[in-house]
């Protein structure tokens, strides 16, 4: 029996909470960046809309304020959006290399018991060796005397 069955039995649950997490991890990556390619889709239509209205010769002056505010505060999130994206990299990082180093414990431990029933396994046909060493020496000694 190997001894340290259970740690192993506790990494490998570590190492696949850390593979969950980091699954998380890469959604919320994921969506912060779907939601920066619609702010900058969104950003691109506004000033489209813009150029048309100002191509026309119809100037609104509140209207193009209040687009221009818009467009602004679009510019505002998306630059939250890239910080927060940026951050959501560095923790999918974070937890990619905690998946890697559980991984690295859970293979250490794997290897470690695999040694473990070898030596046993060993330790079995040195017996078995034994025995039959005996069993031939004692014939030996019969066909001697």
Known sequence: MFRLDGV?????RQRDECRLRWAEACRAEEEIRRRAAELCAEIAA????RRGKLESGVIALDDIRARHQYEQALRGELELLQRASEEATR???RRSDAVIEAQREVEVLERLKAAHAEQALQAVRRGEQRQMDEVAGLRAHRRAA
Do not use: A, G, N, Y
């Open 91 to 93: 923790e999918r990082e």
């Open 46 to 49: 506004e000033q489209t809309q």
């Open 8 to 12: 192993l039995v506790w990494r490998e």
